[in-house]
T-cell receptor
Framework: GAVVSQHPSRVICKSGTSVKIECRSL??????MFWYRQFPKKSLMLMAT?????????EQGVEKDKFLINHASLTLSTLTVTSAHPEDSSFYIC????????????FGEGSRLTVL | GIQVEQSPPDLILQEGANSTLRCNFS?????LQWFHQNPWGQLINLFY???GTKQNGRLSATTVATERYSLLYISSSQTTDSGVYFC???????????FGEGTQLTVNP
């Protein structure tokens, strides 16, 4: 159990468009999800904490108007990159904590965004 | 926030060798995990180990919470073990994780 699915796995878009990435916990409920960003050959950096039914908490330096997060249900969080630019190209990974679980985080497969 | 220091940054082994990866934390953590990132980028959960010792096949991990470090042991390494290994820690159970910089492991045949 504890499967987290991200979609799409790869997306290429034109500069100025918006892209939505979905993160779903398939076999458990997740009150809390996290969104990370990873640059090539670098570590993962936390972007924001997504809580079901409330506003996301963004890390310092992350533009909340650029990276819109919605956590409308206990199994789905979405990250929308608005007005994307080439510098937004990156690998985005979500993770979810099982509600009532031991506290272990489970990660999705990641979404590779390329902005032309 | 918590700082996570991983060592070594790079490790090259011959198949069959054993290795130890280390993670030091700047503060107490109650949420500690080890991951293997595969070539496609997915993070594979290896251990959830805020304290104590766990083993899973050729892999084992030990966390000494009072001294704020954790070790990942890989025995009889195989070429398929190659990749990046991350440790990550959080202040409380289920809290956000801060990642180390990773160890790039290469196992040669």
């Amino acid at each position: 159990g504890a499967v987290v699915s991200q979609h799409p796995s790869r997306v290429i878009c034109k500069s100025g468009t918006s892209v939505k990435i979905e993160c779903r916990s398939l076999d458990f409920q997740a009150t809390t999800m996290f969104w990370y960003r990873q640059f090539p050959k670098k570590s993962l950096m936390l972007m924001a904490t997504s809580n079901e039914g409330s506003k996301a908490t963004y890390e310092q330096g992350v533009e909340k108007d650029k990276f819109l997060i919605n956590h409308a249900s206990l199994t789905l969080s979405t990250l929308t990159v608005t007005s994307a630019h080439p510098e937004d190209s990156s690998f985005y990974i979500c993770s979810a904590v099982k509600t009532g679980g031991a506290g272990e985080l489970f990660f999705g497969e990641g979404s590779r965004l390329t902005v032309l | 926030g918590i700082q996570v220091e991983q060592s070594p940054p790079d490790l090259i082994l011959q198949e069959g060798a054993n290795s130890t990866l280390r993670c030091n934390f700047s503060d107490s953590v109650n949420n500690l995990q080890w991951f293997h990132q595969n070539p496609w980028g997915q993070l594979i959960n290896l251990f959830y180990i805020p304290s104590g010792t766990k083993q899973n096949g050729r892999l084992s991990a030990t966390t000494v919470a009072t001294e704020r470090y954790s070790l990942l042991y890989i025995s009889s390494s195989q070429t398929t073990d190659s990749g990046v290994y991350f440790c990550a820690g959080g202040e409380t159970s289920g809290s956000r994780l801060t990642f180390g910089e990773g160890t790039q492991l290469t196992v040669n045949p």
